[in-house]
């Protein structure tokens, strides 16, 4: 069973471990989404770290890929038994996966604007 990102919330304060491997699940289909494969050639599972290197290397966007990167070192911790994680934990996490689509899919748009603005000095165009 997967658990949709929209599920995490009402899991934070019921098992912060598996909110964070559910968060970290987000992650590998979020690269998925972006067409780095969860499969190598030989059709063995690509590990997310090297998974979040690849989508690095393709698109150059340092800050995301390192916002990923924590998200998989916490959803790791979630992962392996005996590992407790607290809430706060977990809700850092999530602001890190905020964070990361907030500059996927919100900066660039802010940005256009503002570009637009400066240029034509106050104006929207």
Not at 84 to 110: D, K, M, N, R, W
Request: glycine share 8%; charged share 20%; with cysteine.
């Amino acid at each position: 069973m997967t658990t949709g990102l929209h599920e995490i919330p009402g899991l934070v304060f019921v098992d912060p471990s598996f909110a964070a491997t559910a968060l970290r699940n987000s992650v590998e289909c979020f690269l998925s989404d972006e067409g780095v494969p969860a499969r190598n050639s030989k059709g063995s599972y690509t590990p997310l770290h090297q998974r979040i290197k690849q989508w690095k290397t393709k698109t150059g966007n340092q800050k995301v890929a390192e916002l990923l990167q924590a998200v998989k070192w916490i959803g790791n911790e979630g992962t392996h038994e005996g590992t407790s994680l607290t809430i706060q934990e977990i809700l850092v996490s999530l602001e890190f996966i905020e964070a990361a689509f907030h500059e996927l899919l919100v900066a660039p748009g802010i940005s256009q604007r503002v570009q637009t603005v400066n240029q034509s000095k106050g104006r929207f165009g």
